[in-house]
């Protein structure tokens, strides 16, 4: 049974629009399959823990999963309805289609995409990225940076991005290119164009922290990450500042990530 949220109104001068949260989640990683569904903290599974990370945005938004039509996500959907989460099913590869159909189906016209192997994702992150969306409602993308690299294409795995669904079928219309399908939104700030906004909050502060990294990509990514909750438990509210406090007093861990950081250029 879902517990499915309302989408959030954003009104504008010139526009408004219905926001929800797009978390892109499959079992066919080729670096680690099923890690989504692998047991992550307390019980818990990767992709549980990110939905429960999702659910303390101060809007609340509504989670939806986007996964793939294959059956090997049959599982996806499986954990979602025990835990009270639509899930919507589309293409594998072709992700951009994926998130199009996704908004079509949930009536969103703007949506906050979010990827399943980030486990600290942060939810006060998201606030920020919508409370800009509703200052400047005809910004068509709002993510945030770091000493200009975007925040996505960072290690810390802690950032997301929110875009509109007519940016998404404006790269739908304009290339073809797998990469672009692939990532989604990448097509929107490494081209100039014209019509379509594209603003970045900038985060510098957090170039102190480059030497983490918190996205999930493999096994050795997974066992480092999933020793943090356990260093800081007793703590109601976790920051990144605390992450990284707890990684830096663990060689061990400390040591994994910088040799996956730069075994996984970005």
């Not at 219905?18 to 399959?33: F, K």
Request: hydrophobic fraction near 35%; charge should be negative; include cysteine.
């Amino acid at each position: 049974m879902s517990n499915y949220n309302e989408p959030l109104s954003l009104n504008g001068n010139t526009s408004k629009s219905t926001v929800g949260i797009v978390l892109q989640a499959r079992t066919g990683s080729s670096r680690m399959p099923n890690k989504v569904l692998e047991i992550f903290h307390r019980g818990e599974t990767l992709l549980a823990t990110v939905i429960s990370q999702l659910e303390k945005n101060s809007f609340g938004l509504p989670i939806v999963i986007a996964s793939t039509n294959l059956p090997t996500d049959d599982s996806i959907a499986e954990l979602a309805d025990r835990i009270g989460v639509d899930c919507f099913r589309g293409s594998e590869n072709n992700v951009l289609a994926r998130f199009i159909d996704c908004c079509h189906n949930y009536n969103f016209t703007k949506c906050v995409r979010v990827c399943a192997d980030n486990p600290f994702i942060s939810p006060k992150l998201i606030d920020e990225i919508i409370e800009a969306s509703i200052d400047s409602p005809d910004i068509d993308y709002i993510s945030h940076s770091v000493n200009g690299t975007p925040g996505i294409r960072t290690h810390l795995g802690v950032f997301s991005e929110l875009v509109s669904l007519k940016a998404l079928e404006f790269i739908q219309s304009t290339t073809d290119d797998p990469y672009y399908l692939e990532h989604v939104t990448n097509y929107l700030y490494e081209n100039k164009l014209e019509g379509h906004g594209v603003s970045f909050l900038p985060k510098d502060e957090y170039d102190k922290f480059s030497s983490m990294r918190l996205t999930i990509d493999n096994q050795k990514d997974f066992d480092s990450c999933a020793q943090i909750p356990k260093l800081l438990i007793g703590k109601k509210q976790v920051s990144l500042e605390d992450i990284f406090s707890v990684v830096s007093k663990n060689p061990s861990i400390f040591e994994t990530m910088k040799a996956q950081i730069n075994l996984n250029k970005k």
